[in-house]
């Protein structure tokens, strides 16, 4: 009985120390947003409380907006909204529709363009879709057809970078076409800001919604927005005013600038310490250097693609389509959600599953911020390997450790 008893008591305290290593196995963010935070990040927030009023905090505000000048490059009106992105983006259509059956342009080749069409739709536009399919990017001959037949068309809308398939859009290419039709442009940039090129003034883009917990690897809580002294220009000529208070974007600057001497530079309460977070965050993207740090997510994404690859999976989009910040990869269905729930479960990676029409036959990789760089790559993929093996997925014989060598050694000058 002695025996039995030592046994059970050897059982309980190795499965009790099992239960306390998997609860403290550190998860790690490989996800489109939000993104995974860096220590000293998080430290920002254990910072006391400040008012969002009075001189100290004025002082950080106006330098935060300063920073995100920068990362959005223009010297036009930014803003923080203290909002999630989508409904950022809303404050849009708020103020650009006055009348239901206006005519709106809106570019869709994936779930968050979808989103776009049923926001216009909800605010009474008449959406004119310039579709593309999934995986594939935007039409830019279907584009001009659109804008050519419908002359009286007042904006177009346009995801920079489209993370339910993983295509980068071409927005250089779309601002050209719609300038040319002297159009209002805005812009998702929701999932690209501090991790993609996105040069506001010279692009000509009118309305621009950024982001902080994506590749900034920030705070969620907190969304820069840019807006061009044309976009105000033309809220300014309605004739009927915006429904909404908040989102009036006339009373929103107006209230901003009068409050602005009593040290409350915005309309509203805001989240002090994640706004400390961000100029954080946003102060650390302009040291690295934008260009460098741009070409950072690159190349870490193109490894995710070969490294992908060598397992014997197929990636959604073509090579030059492909995102800087998110992979989007296919699986067989029957496995989708077990293969995502094997590696939180063993090793605590959380990835992303499909969005959309896409939800079960496809798998999404945020490589953003402070996990685009090749340490984090080779775990995820070490495991994500392991996995497949596990599930048969790919053969268990595959072995791709002469592949990731390649790529530790080309992504080696990024090495945190």
Same mark, same amino acid.
């Given at each position: 009985?002695?025996?039995?008893?030592?046994?059970k008591?050897?059982?309980?305290?190795?499965?009790?120390?099992?239960?306390?290593?998997?609860?403290?196995?550190?998860?790690?963010?490989?996800?489109?947003?939000?993104?995974?935070?860096?220590?000293?990040?998080?430290?920002?927030?254990?910072?006391?409380?400040?008012?969002?009023?009075?001189?100290?905090?004025?002082?950080?505000?106006?330098?935060?907006?300063?920073?995100?000048?920068?990362?959005? !490059?223009?010297?036009?009106?930014?803003?923080?909204? #203290?909002?999630?992105?989508?409904?950022?983006?809303?404050?849009?259509?708020?103020?650009?529709?006055?009348?239901?059956?206006?005519?709106?342009v809106?570019?869709?080749?994936?779930?968050? %363009?979808? *989103?776009?069409?049923?926001?216009? !739709?909800?605010?009474?536009?008449?959406?004119?879709?310039?579709?593309?399919?999934?995986?594939?990017?935007?039409?830019?001959?279907?584009?001009?057809?659109?804008?050519?037949? *419908?002359?009286?068309?007042?904006?177009? =809308?346009?995801?920079?970078? &489209?993370?339910?398939?993983?295509?980068?859009?071409?927005?250089?290419?779309?601002?050209?076409?719609?300038?040319?039709?002297?159009?209002?442009?805005?812009v998702?940039?929701?999932?690209?800001?501090?991790?993609?090129?996105?040069?506001?003034?010279?692009?000509?883009?009118?309305?621009?919604?950024?982001?902080?917990?994506k590749?900034?690897?920030?705070?969620?809580?907190?969304?820069?927005?840019?807006?061009?002294?044309?976009?105000?220009?033309?809220?300014g000529?309605?004739?009927?005013?915006?429904?909404?208070?908040?989102?009036?974007?006339?009373?929103?600057?107006?209230?901003?600038?009068?409050?602005?001497?009593? %040290?409350?530079?915005?309309?509203? !309460?805001? #989240?002090?310490?994640?706004?400390?977070?961000?100029?954080?965050?946003?102060?650390?993207?302009?040291?690295?250097?934008?260009?460098?740090?741009?070409?950072?997510?690159?190349?870490?994404?193109?490894?995710?693609?070969?490294?992908?690859?060598?397992?014997?999976?197929?990636?959604?989009?073509?090579?030059?389509?492909? !995102?800087?910040?998110?992979?989007?990869?296919?699986?067989?269905?029957k496995?989708?959600?077990?293969?995502?729930?094997?590696l939180?479960?063993?090793?605590? =990676?959380?990835?992303?599953?499909?969005?959309g029409?896409?939800?079960?036959?496809?798998?999404?990789?945020?490589?953003?911020?402070?996990?685009?760089?090749?340490?984090?790559?080779?775990?995820?993929?070490?495991?994500?390997?392991?996995v497949?093996?596990?599930?048969?997925?790919?053969?268990? *014989?595959?072995?791709?450790?002469?592949?990731?060598?390649?790529?530790? &050694?080309?992504?080696?000058?990024?090495?945190?």
């Amino acid at each position: 009985m002695r025996k039995i008893k030592d046994k059970k008591d050897k059982f309980l305290k190795t499965y009790i120390i099992w239960k306390q290593t998997k609860m403290a196995m550190r998860k790690t963010l490989y996800i489109p947003g939000p993104s995974e935070v860096e220590p000293e990040t998080l430290l920002e927030l254990a910072k006391p409380v400040i008012a969002h009023y009075g001189p100290d905090w004025h002082q950080l505000y106006n330098e935060t907006c300063e920073v995100a000048k920068k990362i959005f !490059s223009t010297n036009e009106y930014v803003t923080l909204l #203290p909002l999630p992105g989508s409904v950022c983006l809303e404050m849009s259509a708020f103020n650009l529709i006055e009348k239901d059956g206006e005519k709106f342009v809106a570019i869709t080749n994936g779930f968050f %363009g979808d *989103n776009i069409v049923e926001m216009l !739709s909800a605010h009474g536009a008449k959406v004119l879709k310039v579709e593309s399919e999934w995986g594939k990017n935007v039409d830019l001959k279907k584009l001009e057809e659109v804008l050519d037949e *419908n002359p009286e068309t007042k904006a177009v =809308y346009l995801v920079h970078n &489209e993370t339910s398939t993983g295509v980068l859009n071409d927005l250089k290419k779309v601002a050209e076409v719609v300038k040319k039709r002297d159009k209002i442009l805005v812009v998702d940039a929701i999932s690209s800001y501090g991790g993609v090129e996105l040069d506001f003034d010279r692009l000509g883009i009118d309305f621009a919604v950024g982001y902080a917990s994506k590749c900034l690897s920030g705070i969620n809580g907190i969304c820069p927005v840019a807006i061009s002294k044309r976009f105000i220009e033309e809220v300014g000529k309605r004739k009927t005013p915006v429904k909404s208070h908040y989102f009036n974007l006339t009373t929103y600057m107006r209230l901003s600038e009068e409050w602005a001497s009593i %040290g409350h530079p915005h309309p509203t !309460s805001m #989240p002090t310490p994640v706004v400390r977070a961000f100029y954080h965050v946003a102060k650390k993207a302009l040291e690295e250097g934008l260009e460098i740090r741009y070409r950072r997510h690159a190349d870490v994404a193109k490894a995710y693609r070969k490294a992908i690859r060598a397992l014997g999976l197929n990636i959604l989009p073509k090579e030059e389509d492909a !995102s800087p910040t998110v992979t989007t990869f296919i699986v067989p269905e029957k496995v989708n959600g077990k293969i995502r729930s094997t590696l939180y479960k063993n090793f605590g =990676y959380m990835i992303s599953g499909g969005l959309g029409k896409l939800e079960n036959i496809t798998l999404r990789i945020g490589h953003m911020g402070y996990t685009a760089n090749p340490e984090f790559l080779i775990k995820l993929v070490t495991a994500l390997e392991t996995v497949l093996k596990r599930l048969e997925v790919i053969n268990r *014989n595959l072995n791709i450790t002469d592949e990731l060598a390649d790529i530790w &050694e080309s992504l080696r000058q990024y090495i945190i």
